[in-house]
């Protein structure tokens, strides 16, 4: 597998061909999915649309193609730059999308050229994993396969202080409004649990200190107690 380089098919494509062949591409299946790929990198690479007085790629696409979500043109634009056409006809978008996350996750570099036999350790009930490769495996195993293989999640906060925390947050509603910036984070380090507030403004110290107080309310009540 190669990293795909703009053909000079493409290299004098005007933005107006470009949408017209994207619309043609649009009832071609995964084949078509892979052009797009190919003429949205090029009009992403290029500035074809910033040149053509749009504000960014985005907006163009947003204004010709409404059924195209952004998420799904980077996706078919990721696809086309790491995958050949003729993949992309027997596996589909999806399917290649995810076989690259798992490479990823797993850590390893897929072949250049066919990667049907590349195996997937796909997690069974029961604790067990099977291996079968790519070609063989429909979308669902290859997507349980990514999440068998991701790192473990980050360690879960004890429920009193989730809580609390809970309370906290609650307080800080209260004290600050609707749209203001003011954060409070959370993260475990050691069986520890660890807040971070961001975004502050320096007039508004006096109502972070009255959230905080408010949001310690329930623990010195049982202290007291």
Same mark, same amino acid.
């Given at each position: 597998m190669s990293e795909k380089n703009e053909s000079d098919t493409l290299s004098g494509l005007t933005l107006i061909q470009v949408r017209d062949s994207i619309r043609a591409h649009l009832t071609q299946g995964n084949a078509g999915h892979h052009a797009i790929g190919r003429l949205y990198?090029?009009?992403?690479?290029?500035?074809? =649309?910033?040149?053509?007085?749009?504000?960014? #790629?985005?907006?163009? !696409? %947003?204004?010709? !193609?409404?059924?195209?979500?952004?998420? /799904? $043109?980077?996706? +078919?634009?990721?696809? =086309?730059?790491?995958?050949?056409?003729?993949?992309?006809?027997?596996?589909?978008?999806?399917?290649? =999308? %995810?076989? %690259? /996350? +798992?490479?990823?996750? #797993?850590? !390893?570099? $897929?072949? =250049?050229?066919?990667?049907?036999?590349?195996?997937?350790?796909?997690?069974?009930?029961?604790?067990?994993?099977?291996?079968?490769? !790519?070609?063989?495996c429909n979308l669902e195993e290859v997507l349980s396969a990514v999440k068998h293989k991701r790192k473990p999640l980050r360690p879960s906060m004890p429920p009193p202080d989730a809580a609390r925390v809970d309370f906290m947050r609650e307080s800080f509603s209260r004290h600050f409004a609707q749209g203001a910036r003011v954060q409070l984070k959370t993260s475990v380090q050691g069986g520890k649990t660890l807040l971070t507030i961001q975004g502050v403004p320096i007039d508004d110290v006096e109502r972070l200190v009255e959230a905080l107080m408010d949001g310690l309310q329930p623990k010195l009540v049982r202290s007291v107690g």
């Open positions: 990198n090029h009009t992403v690479g290029n500035k074809l =649309a910033e040149k053509n007085g749009y504000s960014s #790629a985005q907006q163009f !696409f %947003s204004q010709n !193609f409404k059924a195209l979500a952004q998420s /799904t $043109l980077s996706r +078919y634009g990721a696809v =086309a730059r790491q995958f050949t056409e003729e993949a992309c006809k027997e596996h589909g978008v999806a399917k290649l =999308a %995810s076989l %690259s /996350t +798992y490479a990823k996750v #797993a850590d !390893f570099a $897929l072949p =250049a050229g066919d990667v049907g036999a590349v195996p997937i350790d796909i997690p069974q009930e029961g604790g067990t994993v099977v291996s079968k490769p !790519f070609a063989e």
